[in-house]
Structure formats: C-alpha cells, structure tokens
C-alpha cells in the first residue's frame, strides 16, 4: 500500500513543540511535503530562533516518519522565520526592525540592563538578527557592558550607523555624551533624545531589537509605550517585596497603553555559595513566579545571584557570549525562546499590505 500524505502528516504530528506543547502538523509548520516511493522530504518552519534546538527536532522528525512502513529515506528542513507582529494602534513600524522587545523594572538595581544585553546576545545565539538600544539616558550601561564606544558615524548626515560587536547592532545615549558627563535633562527633553536616538539610527534588517529602559515609568517610558513601535515587554525583577511593589506599577503602565508584556524574568532569584554548595535566597523566594501568576504573565524564568554574570558584564563580554555553553547562558537562551515564541503566538504585523492612500486636488 503506497505511503499517502495523510499518514507522513499522522506520524509527524508526534512531535511536539518543546516550548508550545502543540504538535508542529496543526499549527501548520510542517510545509512543502514531497513523497516518492520510499523518499519522504519535507520543511518546518519555526515562528521563533531556536538554533540549538533544531537538531533535536530533527531528529525527532526523521524518527517519527521512519515509524511508517516502507520509508527509506527521510530530508528535513528545519528553519526559523522571523515576521513583522502587531504593535499599538496608529504606531508605525521602525524602518528595518520587525520587532521591538522593551525590557523594563521598576526600579534600579534589579539587573535590567544586564537581563536586556544578555537577552540580546541570547536571541542572536539562537540564529536571530539582533538590535540593541540602551534607552536609559541617565545611566547608560551598554557601552561598558558591550565593549564599545566612539560617536556613532553617519554615513548621509542624517542617520546614525548603529556599532556592532557581539554580534549585535548597538545604539545607545552613551556614546553621544562623555563618560563623567551628567545627563541633567528634564523629561521632555530626554523624552526627545531617546525618540531621535531610536528613529534616527539606520538599523539594518533586525528581528529584533531589544531596548533597555530606564527603571521607573516616568515621561522616558510613557514616550517609548505611545511613540515607539513595541511587540512587547520584558518585567526584570528581584523576589524581594520592595522590587515586586515597584514591577507592578510597571505592569500597570504598559497594560494602559496597550503594550502585551511578554513575560517576567525573576533576577537574582537564588545565591549558591562558591565555597559549600549552599543555597540561600537572599532577596526572597519566588516573589517574581507568584507575581507573575497574580497577573496572569508567563514566568519566563529565575537567574542566580552570581559573581561571574556580574564580572563578565563589567568586562564587556556578558555571560551568553563568555561562556555560551555554561548553565546560566542555557538559562538566558531559555528566556530568550520564550520571549520570541510569546512573539510568535502574536498577531502579524498587516500594515504593509495597506495601500497608500493619497488625496489631490481634482482638476
């Protein structure tokens, strides 16, 4: 009896999505399916980066289509695409970005920046093309953290050229003022820095770019949830009671203005003493899992309280990058997925299928 498309699509629909739970044959991943004879051939299209995963999966596929009789041989293609999803209403989409990932606290000290660059380098880890803004105009710590510095060069005189290290595309406050300088703004004009500082860089074909907030939710964070184009955001916080207060008003603020929150990253969640093995939880434990689950957020995950994640920061090469096959860059890389498959289960972006509509005068 001939092998039917029918049957390939039954044993393949074994296989479930890691993250999703749901099989990749519903959700119409599964694509371009080709039999001949004994030869089966067919691609799956992911909705999210996921390169360390992809050899798994397929693994998975050949295995379950060699479940049925009479195949012989079995080509896969797995692969990510990446699209352009919804943003808030009457906010246009920034030239070369598909989407944009706020990562928010708020308030200080809870490891935002260091969670926003380690998500950056995690995305791009995973096989994505990844922006990175440092958007927090009074305390720019991307520079440090990525190694980089110089004024940004405009090749037109109108746009800046983003600096890339890390394998990422990276803007930021810092490079436009001195180290020692004190960013003594008020809000409405850091409010116009930052607008022209996302608007006016030349970001070159990105999935995504990540932007690294300032803590708190004063004009800075009220300019980027109504002018700038977001996917969605990030909640950084710490378990501790004072930390949690403070995410919720962050909560509130992107639920006002119509931004999806992605999910809620618990830092500095548990420390594990170098030395005896011990664990403690310093700030805490689990204020940020049952925070989450009070709002109805995913818990994208808990990051330890570490010396290295600290240092590695500090030296310009964060964690993912330093040791990319380490425990805590596996950690990140999980966060990472999850955000983007967050991003995936969103609405597409349709506004450029939009005609342009342009009235004249008649004559």
């Known amino acids: 009896m001939a092998l039917t498309e029918k049957d390939l699509l039954a044993a393949l629909a074994s296989v479930k999505d890691p993250h999703t739970g749901k099989d990749f044959v519903s959700t119409r991943a599964v694509r371009n399916v080709q039999i001949a004879g004994g030869d089966v051939a067919f691609d799956v299209e992911l909705g999210y980066p996921a390169k360390s995963l992809i050899p798994e999966l397929r693994s998975q596929f050949i ?41 928010a606290s708020g308030k200080g000290g809870v490891g935002k920046s260091t969670t926003a ?25 991307v520079p440090t953290m990525t190694a980089t ?21 990276i803007n930021s406050i810092g490079f436009l003022v001195d180290d020692e300088q004190a960013m003594i703004w008020r809000g409405p004009m850091a409010s116009q820095a930052l607008e022209q500082l996302i608007m006016q860089t030349r970001w070159d074909n990105l999935d995504y770019l990540v932007v690294d907030m300032p803590p708190g939710t004063g004009d800075i964070q009220l300019t980027m949830a109504q002018k700038v184009p977001l996917t969605g955001a990030v ?28 999910g809620l990253v618990e830092n500095m969640a548990v420390h594990v003493c170098s030395h005896c093995g011990h664990a403690e939880h310093i700030f805490g434990h689990e204020g940020g899992r049952k925070l989450a689950e009070g709002y109805g957020m995913d818990y994208l995950g808990a990051l330890p ?8 920061a500090d030296s310009g090469k964060p964690t993912v990058a330093a040791e990319p096959e380490g425990e805590i860059a596996a950690l990140y890389r999980d966060i990472a997925r999850k955000v983007a498959v967050k991003i995936g289960q969103q609405g597409k972006d349709f506004s450029a299928k939009f005609p342009t509509i342009t009235v004249s005068k008649g004559t």
Not at 118 to 140: I, K, M, Q, S, T
Request: charged letters at 15%.
């Open 63 to 103: 295995a379950a289509a060699r479940t049925l009789p009479g195949v012989a041989n079995v080509s896969v293609n797995v692969a990510s695409k990446i699209i352009a999803h919804a943003v808030q209403r009457g906010v246009q989409l920034l030239p070369g970005v598909k989407n944009i990932i706020a990562v």
């Open 117 to 141: 660059v380690n998500l950056a380098l995690a995305l791009a880890a995973e096989g994505a093309r990844v922006g990175l803004l440092d958007a927090d105009v009074y305390g720019p710590s």
């Open 149 to 169: 510095n110089g004024k940004p060069e405009s090749l037109d005189g109108k746009l800046m050229e983003p600096k890339h290290a890390l394998g990422l595309q």
């Open 235 to 262: 909640i950084v916080t710490t378990p501790q009671d004072i930390a949690l207060i403070d995410a919720k008003k962050g909560i509130t603020m992107f639920q006002k203005v119509s931004v999806p929150i992605l």
């Open 305 to 312: 309280l570490t010396m290295s994640i600290r240092e590695q």
